[in-house]
């Protein structure tokens, strides 16, 4: 299979080399301590693991395959294994992987090389509509060639993996997970509860929400340098308006239009861009004989209609330089070309109060609203909750405090209606909540909900044997890589790693 890995490299991996290269920097060739520089080699010793020394070298070498496996194979089980023992970032990073390499040595797992070739030919990233991509294998080719692998330094990357994947299985493969606590999980994620809302809807608190002049006064003295008026800028333009009704002419005649408008728009840049005899704006607009349009300073996001969907003039105009003598420049739109020129900046300046006080109002009352929102939700959830511990209904409960309790539908936790606004929220809270309890708060954008669950059952449907056994797995994967990282967590103390100074 390899073979055509021995086909066309090039010159595109600059960049993913120039990334290693950075990446390794700090192993360079001469680090300075002191005043005095002293070089490190790749061949000196960074790491000893289980007694077995490795070198700078070593190390690099690590992490070129760590990062080809996962970013270029799409095969992860090497960088996973880093994870497992947090480091500081610097070379130990890759005691992880040694470790692990000593451990399947010592196991008595080695992957032959037939194994490594066939799981090289199903990666997904030589796959193409389920089959090998030949042209994708020689583009891996490239990168592992500027990554200093040949052939055997990729299966030698595969067997990494496979063999990572291997331990983990031989560690956890007689792990199931519990039945009963996979039973618990699938009930979580698919009942259906019964209940109804109580709703705390912002607007309402704001229409009680009072804010004097002097707190006015205070907030803007305390944030008057986020109050200032936004830039605008006023500019001259001519108009090359694309030709109308193309699709209805001949090829010829398509092309004829399109040509004349380029020739004007090039005529008018010639005037505007010639070194030796320059023209301003106006007098090439003059020359040419073109309409010139005049816009009055207007903000970015506040244009005037005729430039209100070219963003990509907009973008270009607010983005000349102040002090910039640059010619007029062409732009093309969505309607044709223009070519402008910014004839005035009107900075931005301080607000005075008087100009901003209905804004600073508006954030105060809402301030206020968010506050006695929260404080109203504490105190319902408080009075509710202690008011079902002592048996008593919600009913009674809700009209003591004056609150408004509306029935919700049926809510099925992993797919919750659409119709229903908020669903997805109610539903996660509500699978939290005991029955005949109150749930805790549920922000959402127009306030505060409190859900009351009033039953939850777990109904029959077609596919739950399918979904009970997809639940055991998945725990059971949770819970198998928990117990190997366990596991190995105490495999690694017992390597004796020790990191040796370098520079």
């Known amino acids: 299979m390899l073979e055509f890995f021995r086909r066309h490299r090039g010159a595109f991996l600059i960049t993913l080399t120039t990334s290693i290269i950075i990446s390794m920097f700090w192993y360079g060739i001469s680090q300075t301590t002191g005043s005095r520089e002293q070089k490190v080699l790749p061949t000196d010793i960074a790491l000893t693991v289980f007694g077995k020394d490795y070198s700078v070298a070593d190390i690099q070498r690590a992490q070129r395959s760590v990062e080809f496996s996962q970013y270029y194979l799409q095969s992860y089980e090497m960088a996973s294994i880093l994870r497992i023992i947090p480091s500081s970032g610097g070379l130990d990073s890759f005691a992880n992987l040694f470790v692990a390499r000593h451990l399947m040595e010592d196991l008595g797992i080695r992957p032959s090389n037939e194994?490594?070739?066939?799981?090289?030919?199903?990666?997904?990233?030589?796959?193409?509509?389920?089959?090998?991509?030949?042209?994708?294998?020689?583009?891996?080719?490239?990168?592992?060639?500027?990554?200093?692998?040949?052939?055997?330094?990729?299966?030698?990357?595969?067997?990494?993996?496979?063999?990572?994947?291997?331990?983990?299985?031989?560690?956890?493969?007689?792990?199931?997970?519990?039945?009963?606590?996979?039973?618990?999980?699938?009930?979580?994620?698919?009942?259906?509860?019964?209940?109804?809302?109580?709703?705390?809807?912002?607007?309402?608190?704001?229409?009680?929400?009072?804010?004097?002049?002097?707190?006015?006064?205070?907030?803007?003295?305390?944030?008057?340098?986020?109050?200032?008026?936004?830039?605008?800028?006023?500019?001259?333009?001519?108009?090359?308006?694309?030709?109308?009704?193309?699709?209805?002419?001949?090829?010829?005649?398509?092309?004829?239009?399109?040509?004349?408008?380029?020739?004007?728009?090039?005529?008018?840049?010639?005037?505007?861009?010639?070194n030796k005899s320059r023209k301003t704006f106006a007098e090439a607009a003059a020359a040419t004989k073109e309409k010139v349009e005049t816009v009055p300073a207007f903000a970015q996001g506040s244009p005037p209609d005729a430039l209100k969907a070219e963003n990509n003039l907009l973008d270009l105009i607010f983005a000349r330089p102040k002090d910039s003598t640059a010619p007029a420049e062409a732009v093309e739109g969505d309607k044709g070309w223009y070519v402008f020129d910014v004839t005035k900046i009107e900075e931005p300046k301080q607000q005075e109060l008087a100009e901003v006080t209905a804004k600073i109002k508006e954030v105060l009352v809402g301030q206020k609203a968010d506050e006695a929102r929260a404080k109203a939700v504490n105190e319902a959830r408080l009075a509710l909750s202690e008011g079902l511990k002592a048996g008593k209904k919600i009913d009674e409960l809700v009209k003591a405090q004056k609150l408004t309790l509306e029935p919700l539908p049926d809510i099925d936790t992993a797919n919750p209606p659409t119709e229903l606004p908020n669903s997805f929220l109610i539903g996660q809270e509500a699978a939290k909540t005991a029955v005949g309890s109150i749930s805790h708060a549920v922000d959402f954008d127009k306030g505060t909900l409190l859900i009351y669950v009033s039953a939850k059952e777990l109904r029959k449907r077609p596919d739950s044997a399918e979904l009970r056994k997809n639940q055991v797995e998945s725990l059971s994967g949770q819970e198998r890589m928990s117990l190997f990282q366990a596991w190995f967590k105490k495999q690694h103390e017992a390597a004796r790693i020790v990191i040796a100074k370098l520079g």
Do not use: C
């Open 115 to 274: 194994e490594a070739r066939a799981a090289l030919d199903k990666l997904p990233a030589l796959q193409n509509n389920g089959k090998l991509d030949v042209s994708r294998g020689q583009m891996l080719e490239q990168l592992a060639g500027s990554m200093g692998f040949d052939s055997e330094a990729l299966l030698d990357i595969m067997k990494d993996s496979i063999g990572l994947r291997k331990l983990q299985e031989l560690v956890t493969k007689s792990y199931t997970a519990s039945p009963l606590a996979a039973e618990k999980q699938y009930a979580s994620s698919y009942q259906t509860f019964k209940g109804a809302k109580i709703t705390f809807e912002t607007e309402a608190f704001k229409k009680t929400a009072t804010v004097t002049d002097d707190e006015i006064k205070k907030y803007y003295e305390e944030n008057k340098e986020n109050y200032m008026s936004v830039e605008k800028r006023a500019v001259s333009y001519v108009f090359f308006e694309k030709a109308k009704d193309l699709d209805k002419k001949t090829l010829e005649e398509r092309q004829k239009a399109e040509r004349a408008i380029v020739e004007r728009v090039n005529a008018f840049n010639a005037l505007t861009t010639d």
